[in-house]
């Protein structure tokens, strides 16, 4: 199983970027994917989540309007995380993960099922 994110970089604030989520070992037909934002010197949360499933998304309230996840329907197994309007405080690394073992449990994204194969992350930076 393999999760590689790719995408970031340095970007001014209000610019856009869009970062790719690439998947192998697993069907994403299945499961779900999730997206994640450390800032610096803060923990991990959860910013988004797509099930492979039947599509239903998860947005962090705060950033729904700003942020779009989606699943590439030709690739079968790549997400994306649009993000536009970005803003100082969403600098930080970008994780993609999924929940294989748990899922089964309760397939829902909106319930924050625990994920345990994770992505090594992309650095996002918004300065100007």
């Known amino acids: 199983v393999q999760l590689v994110e790719s995408g970031g970089g340095l970007v001014q604030p209000g610019g856009s970027l869009k970062l790719s989520c690439e998947v192998s070992?697993?069907?994403?037909?299945?499961?779900?994917v999730g997206w994640f934002h450390q800032a610096p010197g803060k923990e991990r949360e959860r910013v988004s989540c797509i099930s492979g499933r039947d599509g239903s998304t998860y947005y962090k309230d705060s950033l729904k309007g700003r942020f779009t996840i989606s699943r590439d329907n030709a690739k079968k197994n790549t997400v994306y995380l649009q993000m536009d309007s970005l803003e100082p405080e969403d600098t930080g690394v970008y994780y993609c993960?999924?929940?294989?073992?748990?899922?089964?449990?309760?397939?829902?994204?909106?319930?924050?099922?625990?994920?345990?194969?994770w992505g090594e992350g992309t650095q996002v930076t918004v300065s100007s």
């Open positions: 993960a999924s929940p294989l073992s748990t899922w089964y449990r309760n397939p829902s994204c909106s319930s924050n099922p625990d994920y345990d194969y």
């Open positions: 070992g697993f069907l994403l037909d299945a499961f779900a």
